[in-house]
């Protein structure tokens, strides 16, 4: 075990962790830091350095936006020297979604960014945030014995488990479940002790890589499902928006969609038009092989790229990232395939 003087930092953004119910309307509201800290006097227990910096207005996550990632991005690459890692407290809703931006925008992150939150205010008192507090900064303050950080990865820590961020996604509204990891296994588990997936399942760094933050986005996206009896005036609506560059098209099982030729019609116009447009199934586990089924296959033949195995929140943010930088289209679909942070298994 490493024996260090650590340091974190914590990131309040908001969430149900750090709420307060609303006596006049009894909705909860987010509320300041302060509310968590007298919550969890064991935060003084650490040897660690533990500062924390927040949003000036914390939010309900439904709220956040991409420039509420840029802003964690460029707290995290302004404190990169000075802390051995980040937790950011951080709504549930989306969650996933935040996690999944960051680990594309913090290329060669060598250091932890633990996204955790609550289901239940930590002023509660069967709260779950208390727990998910404390072990998300154990875990982000954790090294190994030659001072190198455990998981140097954007990560979220959830009811004992520990998840690539960009690999989750919010299954439950209700318990204390509120995530699980699609297609990789958990990279550890809380129980007595904190015990960790195998170096094979960890994101290792080369030696000598160093923080590289993206910032620019671009929101001309869109996410949407297929279903039976979907519409054409509204499929061609959609595909047909001038300033739409990036779909993630949710698809049947392996990647299937209807054959009719209206639709692969209004799919290969988009795509002639300079829109990507990347397969991902309906499916909570599994992947997408277009070229298993007729179904599939008129979606690869027009161009429509495979989402492999990936989750919505991933392919989305890592659209948004892509497009962003003003890569050419060839470009974008090379990298869509390519896992940049863990994101995919191709
Ligand atoms: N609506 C809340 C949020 O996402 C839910 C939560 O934090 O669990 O901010």
């Known amino acids: 075990m490493y024996e260090g003087h650590r340091s974190v930092l914590m990131i309040y953004t908001g969430g149900t962790i750090g709420m307060i119910e609303n006596l006049e309307t009894g909705a909860l509201e987010a509320f300041n830091f302060e509310q968590i800290s007298k919550a969890v006097p064991e935060l003084k227990r650490f040897n660690y350095t533990i500062d924390t910096i927040q949003f000036p207005n914390p939010i309900d996550s439904s709220d956040m936006v991409p420039e509420h990632w840029v802003t964690m991005a460029h707290i995290i690459e302004d404190n990169y020297e000075k802390y051995d890692g980040f937790v950011i407290l951080h709504g549930t809703d989306t969650m996933a979604f935040t996690a999944s931006a960051l680990s594309f925008m913090l290329e060669g992150l060598t250091k932890p960014v633990v996204l955790t939150g609550s289901q239940l205010p930590i002023g509660k008192l069967r709260t779950d945030g208390k727990e998910n507090l404390i072990t998300a900064i154990e875990i982000a303050a954790d090294a190994n014995e030659d001072g190198t950080a455990k998981i140097p990865e954007v990560v979220i820590f959830f009811d004992s488990q520990l998840m690539r961020g960009n690999r989750t996604f919010k299954i439950n509204a209700e318990n204390f479940n509120a995530f699980t990891s699609r297609n990789y296994p958990i990279l550890a588990n809380a129980g007595i002790h904190i015990k960790y997936a195998g170096d094979e399942h960890i994101l290792k760094p080369k030696p000598g890589t160093k923080l590289q933050a993206h910032y620019h986005i671009d929101p001309n996206v869109a996410v949407f499902s297929l279903f039976p009896g979907i519409q054409e005036h509204i499929v061609r609506h959609i595909l047909s928006d001038p300033t739409l560059k990036g779909v993630v098209l949710r698809t049947f099982g392996s990647g299937n969609a209807p ?33 298993r089924y007729e179904t599939g296959k008129h979606l690869l033949d027009v161009g429509v790229i495979s989402g492999h195995d990936t989750t919505v929140e991933a392919a989305l943010t890592k659209l948004m990232l892509l497009l962003g930088e003003g890569y050419d289209l060839a470009k974008v679909r090379r990298l869509m395939h390519t896992s940049l942070a863990g994101e995919i298994t191709v």
Do not use: H, S, Y
């Open 259 to 291: 054959q009719l030729p209206w639709f692969v019609d209004a799919v290969k116009e988009a795509i002639d038009r300079g829109v990507t447009i990347v397969n991902v199934t309906q499916c909570a586990t599994g992947a997408v092989e277009m070229e």
